[in-house]
């Protein structure tokens, strides 16, 4: 049982900066990987950016370079800076942590939080 909480959504016109938030709370492991999804309308799921608790980032390609990922293991939380925003990375973000399953199951447990809209207008 984890609950993900993300704040920082919002409305910023092309070129502009975002900066997303996101705190778990509940049974979270010390080791697992936090990062950011998001799906745009008609799209499918994409990754943005992930960050392990031993803080090895992984890049979508179509943001490297303009978003930076990071966390704080102490308190479980996680941020995604956002700078030179386009149309195209208008969607739903959700926050994701990832951890190796209970009762010693072998496929990870996967939580989401409820998303927030970022819309970046041209």
């Known amino acids: 049982q984890v609950q993900l909480v993300e704040s920082g959504g919002g409305l910023v016109q092309v070129g502009g900066s975002l900066r997303l938030s996101c705190a778990a709370s509940?049974?979270?492991?010390?080791?697992?990987?936090m990062g950011w999804y998001r799906q745009a309308p008609g799209k499918q799921r994409e990754l943005v950016a992930t960050?392990?608790?031993?803080?090895?980032?992984y890049y979508g390609d179509s943001v490297k370079g303009r978003f930076t990922i990071s966390r704080d293991n102490a308190k479980n939380s996680v941020t995604l800076q956002m700078s030179n925003l386009k149309p195209e990375d208008t969607a739903v973000y959700y926050c994701?942590?990832?951890?190796?399953?209970?009762?010693?199951?072998?496929?990870?447990?996967?939580?989401w939080g409820q998303g927030t809209q970022v819309t970046v207008s041209p």
């Open positions: 960050i392990t608790s031993g803080t090895v980032i």
């Open positions: 994701n942590l990832r951890q190796s399953g209970r009762f010693g199951r072998l496929i990870d447990d996967n939580y």
């Open positions: 509940g049974s979270i492991f010390s080791i697992n990987t």
